[in-house]
């Protein structure tokens, strides 16, 4: 809508907001997979321990 308007200051606050918005929540993942790495892996993966182990090691990527 502003593009096509030719309204430069609010294409330049939608911009701001998504990148914002997009450093905010992969912040949040980040923090969320560092933090919860056993309970993400466990949800998706096997009860073999060995799967387990590499798909945290990948997780973390240690």
């Known amino acids: 809508m502003a593009y ?10 939608y911009r701001r907001y998504a990148l914002t918005g997009a450093g905010i929540l992969g912040i949040l993942f980040l923090i969320i997979g560092y933090s919860m790495t056993g309970t993400l892996v466990s949800v998706f993966a096997s009860d073999n321990r060995n799967v387990l182990k590499l798909a945290a090691e990948g997780l973390r990527l240690d």
């Open 4 to 13: 096509g308007k030719g309204n430069s200051g609010h294409v330049r606050d």
